[in-house]
């Protein structure tokens, strides 16, 4: 099970960390990512990142902006984003990958968290 929180309302210029914690004891063993979704838009890749290094990865529009970080003792992935744009208005999920590496692709998770939204204001 995965408890996304962290989400609220900031200007835009403002930060927020999310966070998503996970329940069991795998949670080490799993990459994580970070999707979103806007009003009337579809499901989009927003970070992801590994069990080993960690290696990150991040989505064109957030490069930069944002960061995702893991803490295993703790079971919580988290994403700070900064410098934040009306356009990140959207509801923002956490997902386990389906195996320890990373991923951009919605099909590559197997676990979803409820999702936090986010809205920016300009």
């Known amino acids: 099970q995965l408890q996304a929180s962290g989400g609220g309302l900031v200007q835009a210029g403002g930060s927020l960390r999310l966070s998503c914690a996970a329940s069991?004891?795998?949670?080490?063993?799993?990459?994580m990512g970070w999707f979103r979704q806007a009003p009337g838009k579809e499901r989009e890749f927003v970070a992801t990142?590994?069990?080993?290094?960690?290696?990150?990865y991040y989505a064109d529009a957030v490069t930069g902006r944002f960061t995702t970080s893991r803490d295993n003792a703790k079971r919580t992935v988290y994403l700070q984003m900064n410098s934040l744009k009306p356009e990140d208005t959207a509801v923002y999920y956490c997902?386990?990958?389906?195996?320890?590496?990373?991923?951009?692709?919605?099909?590559?998770?197997?676990?979803w968290g409820q999702g936090t939204l986010v809205t920016v204001s300009s």
């Open positions: 990142i590994s069990t080993t290094g960690p290696s990150t």
């Open positions: 069991g004891r795998t949670f080490s063993l799993y990459g």
């Open positions: 997902a386990r990958h389906r195996d320890y590496s990373g991923g951009r692709q919605l099909r590559e998770y197997d676990y």
